[in-house]
């Protein structure tokens, strides 16, 4: 096997993240302990790689708090050791779809069967990772491989593929991609493989500078779409990339947004990770919790989550937090005569329990009706 | 021809939300039909429909003669017209106009013919080489619209436009866009929540509710002819007020009955809501701001469908004021011309212009007819 087989990951992930690195050879061998290709250890100020049993990589400059970036360095090591021993050939962009479900594992997740292509979009990323081809000229993902990282957001646009009767209605990215360019260059990084029912585009997007501006700029983008490509478009965005280490986490954060949107009532079409932060929790939480809570939620209820409540429910849940449970004001939100409003919030509470004009009840039912939501996707996707 | 049919059009969404259901509509060609009601009520994805952006989950939809369910939004013929404006930012006003029709490869003198003479109708050829950062929102909106005119559409879809423009600016260009109507001479389809805005430009007016029409009609008869509770409070502003009480019978005399108020019915209407079956039940007394009269002639004319009011605000319109008051504990607001010294903390006698009362079932909240005809009529 070459002794020469790591020099092409350390560079790219050197040139991607501003370290520097020398290669050590141990002349004992190293501690079993660190023996494993892709093993990390502190050194003083220094972050070390085992590279085989001889070779080490120091690293300086080096995130410290990096744990994610170690663990795909780690991880493309093992390819490229793989790779030059002839047993591997699994492609580069896997690194990504590592990286996204390391960081799910960490939050107690399972990465969905949207994520994952998502990260796979491989020719791209295997042509700039092998060096080979044109590769991405700009975006973060050429940035990985160039000194040059561009600060900014990854953002996710899915469009609805539809099948009409005999007709099929599925847009040309093309088409897209040139209304996209015209709004805000330099923002497209390509077709991504979509969830199901949808096309899907990878943007990236400019940093703002105030956060609040870019679904601003973003609804916009969805407007022009409209106007001149016909296209009704939703975007989600997630963390800015302000550093290069912030990528996996921008980019899940991207994935995480979209996935977001089913515990919403009526989600707007553009939507970003951080927009309501409870929901980060909910989606942590494991199914089976999900499940035991619907369960203890609705024990003395006479209904099974939203999916039997009658429409004039969950507009009546709606309207009141919207108006801060304020019941005249919801009633003139909703156009109802306040009396129709409290026949209404009576006929809930005497079905569920619930008396929505308390914070603590209407906070429940929506838990309640956001939850019923989510599971009911899981049960959709895990049908055959 | 451009004459848009709906027929039995619903739309659901997963999780079995029903956001319209059975919209029957049929719009005539060069017809201006506004489509109004609450946020939430199913106008702006009935226009997305038209549009092609938002599938039809059932019913038929023709643009023409020609069914459209299943053909793609760009080979419907049609333009829209955003609340965000939806302008290219780094393009000229000049570009922006012509971006859509370059994206359809038409040849460049054509573009430029058209996108010049849109420019000339909408009053903006001094702005074509300006950037939408440098126009204001009247401005903008004007690009948007002549973006839209330069495709030379069957039907233009418009989506809240004036929704982002300041009170002053929206009247004036409520106006333009009725005037661009008149020359252009193409189907229009608008949406907004703003009943004012759908009274003064609609030639009809299409009132929903919960993803239901509630009535169409010409903005004059929906005024005066509101078909239920939802519709007459929905229109006009200050809104109708309305007094819950129950419709009862003395010595075959209707008379609407609620706490402090006692009002004899008028004869001519008894044959209607004897028909509706609402004697003796839970009714609902509608009447407009205008319609209540402090004048000594209106309460001799009519001394029993007086009420005594406890005046709490009065604002001053200049030629008229707006008298807020209540009566047996439920609110009303009268509109009388400002040579009446009304002050808050007093009362005040006014009498209700019986033949411009409406009244409705109190459980169903539809309008009872005011004579057998209307009521036969509107089965």
Known sequence: MSREWWHQPLHYWSQALGFHYRIQHVSAAIDPLFTTVGGWWQQGDHWCITLDAHYIACLSGFAEDGQLLRDALSYTLHLAAGQAAGKATEKGSDLWAYWVCERCGQWGQQPTADLVPLLSNADELRAAWQGQGEGPKQGPIASLFTPARPQGHFVWLHWARREGEGVALAVPDGALRTVVEAYQPNTWLGPVVAPSGYQSALLWWPLVADLAELPQQLDELLGVLEADAMVFAQATFGKAVVQGAEWAQALLTTVLAWQQRVWLDTPPRVWGFGQRPGLQLLQA???????????????????????????????????????????????????????????????????????????????????????????????????? | MARVQLV???????????????????????????????????????????????????????????????????????AMVFQNYALYPHMTVYQNMAFGLKLRKMPKTDIDKRVRDAAQILDIVHLLDRKPKALSGGQRQRVALGRAIVREPKVFL?????????????????????????????????????????????????????????????????????????????????????????????????????????????????????QAGVVGKAVVLGVRPEDLHNDELFLSTYPEAEIELSVEVVENMGPEIYVHSSVGGQNMVARVPARYDLRPGSRAKLALDMNKVHIFDGETEAAIPHHIAEAIASR
């Open chain 2, 8 to 78: 039995n059009i619903a739309k659901r969404y997963s999780g079995d939300v029903l956001a319209v259901n059975d919209f029957n509509l049929d719009v005539a060609d060069k017809e201006f039909v506004v489509f109004v009601g609450p946020s939430g009520c199913g106008k702006t994805t009935t226009l997305r429909m038209i549009a092609g952006l938002e599938d039809i989950t059932d019913g038929d939809l023709f643009i023409g003669d020609r069914r459209v369910n299943d053909v793609a939004p760009k080979d419907r013929d049609i």
């Open chain 1, 285 to 384: 939480l494991p199914k089976s919790v999900l499940e035991s809570f619907l369960e203890g939620a609705l024990e003395d209820s006479q209904t099974t989550g939203c999916g039997d409540w009658p429409e004039e429910w969950r507009t009546t849940l709606t309207g009141l937090l919207a108006a801060n449970l304020n019941v005249s004001e919801a009633a003139r939100l909703l156009y109802l005569h306040r009396n129709t409003l409290m026949n209404r919030i009576e006929r809930i509470r005497e079905r569920t329990g619930y008396d929505i004009r308390h914070f603590e009840d209407a906070a429940m039912l929506w838990l309640v009706s956001a939850i019923t939501r989510q599971l009911g996707v899981d049960r959709e996707r895990a049908k055959p």
């Open chain 2, 158 to 274: 418009m989506d809240e436009p004036l929704s982002n423009l300041d009170a002053k600016l929206r009247v004036q260009m409520r106006a333009e866009i009725r005037k661009l109507h008149q020359r252009i001479q193409t189907t229009v389809i608008y949406v907004t929540h703003d009943q004012t805005e759908a009274m003064t430009m609609g030639d009809r007016i299409v009132v929903m509710k919960d993803g239901l029409i509630q009535q169409v009609a010409t903005p004059q008869e929906v005024y005066t002819n509101p078909t239920n509770l939802f519709v007459a409070g929905f229109i006009g502003s200050p809104a109708m007020n309305f007094l819950r009480g129950e419709l009862v019978e003395e010595a075959a005399v209707l008379r609407f009955r609620a706490a402090d108020v006692d009002i004899r019915i008028p004869e001519g209407r008894y044959p209607a809501l004897r």
